[in-house]
């Protein structure tokens, strides 16, 4: 399971706006516990949170969150589902603003090589 993870996925660019939105869920489900849980817990994840659908997640009340403390295929925290329902409502709000999660996300990437090549080439290395 972590061989498969590292060699397909850890690393590995991601463009889909739903797989960006199951790592930030699954990343903060995992603070304070090992990657390996939340990889072997992956698949209970996936079902508890609607296949991590940002706007059926950010739909997400009093009834979905008792049912999901009452899940024992996930870590049963009350401050990390709320923060998962939280983080689709932000995810959401950045596609509507920028098109896509995707689309906000690498931006980064693409300033900072212009940072990059801009430092290197005015200090003359």
């Given at each position: 399971m972590e061989v498969a993870y590292?060699?397909?996925e850890w690393g590995v660019p991601v463009h889909g706006d739903r797989q960006h939105f199951e790592y930030?869920?699954?990343d903060g489900f995992q603070a304070g516990l090992s990657w390996l849980t939340i990889l072997r817990k992956r698949d209970n994840f996936?079902?508890?949170f609607d296949n991590f659908e940002?706007?059926?997640v950010a739909s997400y009340g009093d009834r979905q969150v008792k049912a999901l403390l009452q899940d024992a295929g996930i870590v049963r925290n009350r401050l990390k589902i709320r923060a998962?329902?939280?983080?689709?409502?932000?995810?959401?709000?950045i596609q509507a603003e920028f098109g896509s999660f995707d689309r906000y996300?690498?931006?980064?990437?693409?300033?900072?090589?212009v940072l990059i090549r801009v430092r290197y080439?005015?200090?003359?290395k």
């Open positions: 590292h060699d397909h930030i869920v699954l996936r079902a508890a940002p706007a059926k998962a329902i939280d983080n689709a409502r932000y995810f959401l709000a996300i690498w931006r980064f990437v693409e300033d900072i090589a080439s005015s200090s003359g």
